[in-house]
């Protein structure tokens, strides 16, 4: 039945759910202790925003096979949307735990704990997450945050610039970047972060609090 759940994926990345469902629907229907299809079916449910239903099928899939890393990671990100994010930091670490070694299963964990106000438990795993993809911009950005929510300023700089590097138009990754110079006592790069953050997002308020802060400064000297 291998091909009705790629078949039902492709339909997913297509965004066509109704066909995605009846492939996923024919798969299970053939293979009803396989959890593959659960899993595939609760996801088209959760991208359709079912999510109630497709937490069933995630706890189906799990009935199955309590080691379905995947089935744990739909579960999490579910209970993330939900803003439950004790429960989502449990679902990831199991999905890890099970074996999921994917960029995005660490930087959820990670992101959970963040919210759950446990920066230095969410480090290693934003770092683990930026490891496993270079090139995520967002994972970035959130390590620099996580780096300078425990005062490693110049780590934190260092993430924050990888950051704009990728994206140059990440305006909070400017204004972050302006808080971690005027840390460091440096006004004027601070106040240059703030105005590159303002040319982002003229109505960035924090960025702009910034700014007159260190106009400020700088007018005193």
């Known amino acids: 039945m291998e091909n009705k759940n790629a078949l039902g ?10 066909e995605a469902v009846k492939c996923f629907h024919e798969a299970i229907e053939a293979n ?11 996801n088209v449910l959760a991208a359709a925003g079912e999510e109630d239903k497709a937490i069933r099928f995630f706890k189906k899939a799990l009935s199955l096979d309590e080691q379905a890393a995947t089935a744990y990671y739909g579960l999490g990100s579910i ?14 670490e199991q999905a890890v735990q099970k074996g ?5 299963a660490f930087f ?11 920066p230095r438990l969410a480090l290693p795993y934003l770092q683990r997450a930026v490891e496993l993809n270079e090139d995520d911009a967002e994972a970035l950005f959130q390590l620099g ?18 950051t704009i590097a990728l994206d140059d138009q ?3 990754a400017c204004y972050n970047l302006g808080v971690a110079y ?25 960025a702009g609090h910034g700014k007159k802060l260190m106009e400020k400064a700088l007018g005193q000297r």
């Open 182 to 206: 005027a840390y460091k006592e440096e006004a004027q790069t601070a106040l240059d972060w703030f105005t590159k953050a303002l040319s982002i997002q003229p109505d960035h308020l924090l």
């Open 32 to 42: 009803p202790h396989d959890p593959v299809g659960y899993i595939n079916f609760g």
């Open 108 to 118: 959820m964990l990670g992101m959970s704990l963040m919210f759950l106000e446990q």
């Open 9 to 18: 994926i492709q339909y997913m990345q297509e965004g066509k759910y109704e």
């Open 79 to 92: 209970y993330y949307n939900q803003k439950q994010f004790a429960k989502a930091k449990d679902m990831f």
């Open 170 to 172: 990440h305006a909070d």
């Open 100 to 104: 999921l070694n994917d960029s995005d």
């Open 145 to 162: 945050l996580c780096l300078a929510q425990l005062e490693f300023v110049d780590e934190a700089i260092r993430y924050l610039e990888r």
